[in-house]
């Protein structure tokens, strides 16, 4: 009976291991379609924020310069905490890391929606309707009820809640950053200690194409978020007088980050479940015979306090930028992640001022036609260098090539484009304000275009004089009559005049998604490149350099820097309360070369730096011709690692040891 008890109780404490190995959190397999979701999520979160960026801008007054901020403020807490996820990444139970960082990153996207909720209704200027007898847009000798509106609106923007919307907004993009740190990762060598050697690439491919493809998410829900009216939950859908094609609307930017928030918080739930440590996929059907099959390799960064880390991290950093390959090939790419920063966070402003087209369709152009593109280039590449088989030389004479061609279907982007429209007293600069309307006592604040039936664009109904208004059955106002300033009918039409050269559009987004199909074909290689030039010992220690120069030399000076440089071309800035806000009109062929006048020259940098890598290479290769296979070293000319050099690697232990 005593036998029989025992192994009773027996059975179920051999059956665990069993069951355990059933489970699906168990599977590296099922942690990889995991953290595709989380990653998916993460970086939707990422490409929401640039998508809304312009209309964040809009709706609470700030300029391009502070606009660009906000987008790269989320690199600073992601800056300075990557540096430890060297250290820990072996040390800590990964998967809570990573869902704990996906928890943060929820309660930031629910931050960055928070300003919407604590901010009353948005309100436009000369907001008019055509059933009341508020007609303070109108031309008229005294404009007591602008004032007063104008007072009343003043009121709320000194609100203290109105104060802290901007640092609520920093604030949201810090936490995103933190959140963001743990993710890619300590994801990436999860599955990189438990995979098979046979999977593993393929599993690392569905992350890296999740990578690509997750921005685009963002950029696709922010088109279709942005087509609903900002005010939506707050106001009767009857209230609603803007279109989208009016400069002054504003869709609602907050809906995408409750949804991205939604499903950060799903996405993360599972990682509260996987182990610690998972058996080795090549060995799961003898986990119970080899338990202890992962912890084969050692590390040594393992033997290190956190103290000596910290001490020997900016020496071996310095040791691998003396590396003329790597310094170059990372400058390189630290080039061209600055203008993808620059681009992601402007372009559709860009397109939506220059070709006169609605936010959310100019966010699908980058949405649905650049980000693919790029992807698809990125994939290519790889295949590409494959196929050859080519050496780190190849890989740099492709990187060159690919730079070379993407400069030639740059440049020409520069002349597409379309002329300022005439507004009457603002451009051109020399244009004088109509005496016809000086007697109208129109505010100095208001802004609500129309476009005169001689083809000249007004500020408003007042500064074209008009004194009368037309409207259809539902009351919305068709027409603008008896404007003085107005020549020809000596009426206007609601709405801006436009650039008028919307059909230049087609050929500018298929020379853009050319630029960005060929550009991207450099990725590939240029990583394989860094890969096959630093020691095997040195590799994570690279590529964490490599990922904070990209930080701190691109992802979060290139934003700021094109929204500086977006500033210097505003012709007219928006007024509230005696204060500056976002920009109403720019001269657009200011803008236009600029803007894309500094892709070029990121472009140049990057090619240059493609070149002397290439250069480099060639001496390289020279020096090595009598001596073609030398100890420790890598074959350039292959491209195959040769024996290495025992004394060469022990030293750089007693450096990481010291």
């Given at each position: 009976?005593?036998?029989?008890?025992?192994?009773?109780?027996?059975?179920?404490?051999?059956?665990?291991?069993?069951?355990?190995?059933?489970?699906?959190?168990?599977?590296?397999?099922f942690?990889?379609f995991?953290?595709?979701?989380?990653?998916?999520?993460?970086?939707l979160?990422?490409?929401?924020?640039?998508?809304?960026?312009?209309?964040?801008?809009?709706?609470y007054?700030?300029?391009?310069?502070?606009?660009?901020?906000?987008?790269?403020?989320n690199?600073?807490?992601?800056?300075?905490?990557?540096?430890?996820?060297?250290?820990?990444?072996?040390?800590?139970?990964?998967?809570?890391?990573?869902?704990?960082?996906?928890?943060?990153?929820?309660?930031?996207?629910?931050?960055?929606?928070m300003?919407?909720?604590l901010?009353?209704?948005?309100?436009?200027?000369?907001?008019?309707?055509?059933?009341?007898?508020?007609?303070?847009?109108?031309?008229?000798?005294?404009?007591?009820?602008?004032?007063?509106?104008?007072n009343?609106?003043?009121?709320?923007?000194e609100?203290?809640?109105?104060?802290?919307?901007?640092?609520?907004?920093?604030l949201?993009?810090?936490?995103?950053?933190?959140?963001?740190?743990?993710?890619?990762?300590?994801?990436?060598?999860?599955?990189?200690?438990?995979?098979?050697?046979?999977?593993?690439?393929?599993y690392?491919?569905?992350?890296?194409?999740?990578?690509?493809?997750?921005?685009?998410?963002?950029f696709?829900?922010?088109?279709?978020?942005?087509?609903?009216?900002?005010?939506?939950?707050?106001?009767?859908?009857?209230?609603?007088?803007?279109?989208?094609?009016?400069?002054?609307?504003?869709?609602?930017?907050?809906?995408?980050?409750?949804v991205?928030s939604?499903?950060?918080?799903?996405?993360?739930?599972?990682?509260l479940?996987?182990?610690?440590?998972?058996p080795?996929?090549?060995?799961?059907?003898?986990?119970?015979?080899?338990?202890?099959?992962k912890?084969?390799?050692?590390d040594?960064?393992?033997?290190?306090?956190?103290f000596?880390?910290?001490?020997s991290?900016?020496?071996?950093?310095?040791?691998?930028?003396?590396?003329?390959?790597?310094?170059?090939?990372?400058?390189?790419?630290?080039?061209?992640?600055?203008?993808?920063?620059?681009l992601?966070?402007?372009?559709?402003?860009?397109?939506?001022?220059?070709?006169?087209?609605?936010?959310?369709?100019?966010?699908?152009?980058?949405?649905?036609?650049?980000?693919?593109?790029?992807?698809?280039?990125?994939?290519?590449?790889?295949?590409l260098m494959?196929?050859?088989?080519?050496?780190?030389?190849?890989?740099?004479?492709?990187?060159?090539?690919?730079?070379?061609?993407?400069?030639?279907?740059?440049?020409?982007?520069?002349?597409?484009?379309?002329?300022?429209?005439?507004v009457?007293?603002?451009?051109?600069?020399?244009?004088?304000v109509?005496?016809?309307?000086?007697?109208?006592?129109?505010?100095?604040?208001?802004f609500n275009?129309?476009c005169?039936?001689?083809?000249?664009?007004f500020?408003?109904?007042?500064?074209a004089?008009?004194?009368?208004?037309?409207?259809?059955?539902?009351?919305?106002?068709?027409?603008?009559?008896?404007?003085?300033c107005?020549?020809?009918?000596?009426?206007?039409?609601?709405?801006?005049?436009?650039?008028r050269?919307s059909?230049?559009?087609?050929?500018?987004?298929?020379?853009?998604g050319?630029?960005s199909?060929?550009?991207?074909?450099?990725q590939?290689?240029?990583?394989?490149?860094?890969?096959?030039?630093?020691?095997?010992?040195?590799?994570?220690?690279?590529?964490?350099?490599?990922?904070?120069?990209?930080r701190?030399?691109?992802?979060m000076?290139g934003?700021?820097?094109?929204?500086?440089?977006?500033?210097?071309t505003?012709?007219?800035?928006?007024?509230?309360?005696?204060?500056?806000?976002s920009?109403?009109?720019?001269?657009?062929?200011?803008?236009?070369?600029?803007?894309?006048?500094?892709?070029?020259?990121?472009?140049?940098?990057?090619?240059?730096?493609?070149?002397?890598?290439?250069?480099?290479?060639?001496?390289?290769?020279?020096?090595?011709?009598?001596e073609?296979?030398?100890?420790?070293?890598?074959?350039?000319?292959?491209?195959?690692?040769?024996?290495?050099?025992?004394?060469?690697?022990?030293?750089?232990?007693k450096?990481?040891?010291?």
């Amino acid at each position: 009976m005593g036998s029989n008890d025992l192994n009773r109780n027996a059975d179920p404490v051999r059956s665990r291991p069993s069951v355990w190995h059933h489970s699906p959190f168990n599977s590296i397999k099922f942690f990889v379609f995991c953290h595709s979701l989380l990653q998916l999520a993460q970086l939707l979160v990422s490409g929401y924020m640039k998508s809304s960026i312009s209309t964040i801008e809009r709706r609470y007054g700030l300029s391009s310069q502070k606009s660009g901020l906000l987008a790269a403020f989320n690199e600073v807490g992601n800056t300075v905490l990557i540096v430890f996820v060297s250290f820990f990444g072996s040390r800590v139970h990964r998967p809570h890391y990573i869902g704990g960082g996906a928890l943060l990153a929820c309660l930031a996207s629910l931050l960055m929606a928070m300003p919407h909720f604590l901010s009353g209704p948005y309100e436009y200027t000369d907001s008019i309707s055509a059933s009341s007898d508020n007609s303070s847009g109108l031309c008229q000798s005294e404009n007591l009820l602008t004032t007063s509106s104008s007072n009343q609106s003043c009121n709320l923007l000194e609100n203290p809640v109105q104060q802290v919307v901007y640092p609520l907004l920093l604030l949201g993009q810090l936490l995103l950053g933190i959140g963001a740190v743990p993710i890619q990762p300590f994801g990436i060598s999860y599955i990189d200690d438990y995979a098979s050697k046979k999977n593993s690439p393929l599993y690392l491919g569905i992350l890296l194409a999740v990578t690509s493809i997750g921005p685009a998410f963002g950029f696709i829900t922010g088109s279709f978020m942005l087509r609903f009216y900002v005010d939506f939950d707050k106001i009767s859908r009857d209230q609603i007088k803007l279109d989208p094609k009016d400069l002054r609307w504003v869709g609602a930017w907050w809906l995408g980050f409750l949804v991205a928030s939604c499903l950060l918080f799903l996405t993360a739930l599972p990682y509260l479940f996987f182990p610690r440590n998972m058996p080795k996929e090549d060995d799961a059907d003898d986990v119970e015979s080899r338990p202890d099959c992962k912890q084969q390799q050692t590390d040594p960064v393992r033997e290190l306090s956190l103290f000596q880390f910290l001490k020997s991290f900016p020496r071996i950093a310095l040791r691998t930028l003396r590396s003329p390959i790597y310094l170059l090939v990372v400058l390189a790419q630290v080039n061209l992640a600055a203008l993808l920063a620059g681009l992601a966070t402007f372009m559709a402003k860009f397109i939506e001022r220059q070709f006169s087209q609605t936010v959310s369709f100019s966010i699908m152009m980058i949405g649905g036609l650049c980000i693919p593109l790029a992807v698809l280039g990125t994939v290519l590449g790889g295949v590409l260098m494959r196929r050859l088989n080519l050496s780190v030389r190849g890989a740099s004479r492709l990187c060159s090539v690919a730079i070379l061609l993407c400069l030639v279907s740059a440049t020409p982007l520069l002349l597409i484009g379309c002329p300022t429209q005439k507004v009457s007293g603002i451009f051109p600069p020399g244009s004088d304000v109509l005496s016809c309307s000086s007697d109208c006592g129109c505010p100095p604040e208001a802004f609500n275009p129309v476009c005169g039936s001689d083809g000249v664009e007004f500020r408003s109904p007042c500064h074209a004089g008009c004194i009368t208004i037309e409207t259809d059955d539902s009351n919305k106002i068709i027409n603008y009559t008896k404007c003085r300033c107005v020549g020809g009918l000596s009426s206007a039409s609601p709405g801006t005049c436009g650039s008028r050269c919307s059909h230049l559009l087609l050929p500018f987004m298929a020379l853009l998604g050319v630029t960005s199909f060929i550009a991207s074909f450099s990725q590939t290689p240029s990583y394989m490149m860094i890969l096959r030039t630093v020691p095997t010992e040195d590799k994570s220690f690279a590529v964490g350099v490599q990922y904070m120069l990209f930080r701190v030399l691109a992802f979060m000076p290139g934003p700021v820097l094109y929204g500086s440089v977006i500033d210097t071309t505003c012709i007219l800035w928006g007024r509230k309360c005696g204060k500056h806000t976002s920009c109403l009109y720019y001269n657009l062929d200011h803008f236009r070369h600029r803007f894309l006048g500094m892709q070029v020259v990121f472009v140049c940098g990057g090619l240059l730096c493609f070149l002397l890598c290439a250069v480099v290479l060639h001496r390289m290769a020279r020096r090595q011709e009598p001596e073609p296979r030398r100890k420790g070293g890598y074959e350039l000319v292959k491209g195959q690692k040769t024996q290495e050099n025992v004394s060469s690697k022990d030293n750089d232990t007693k450096d990481i040891k010291t």
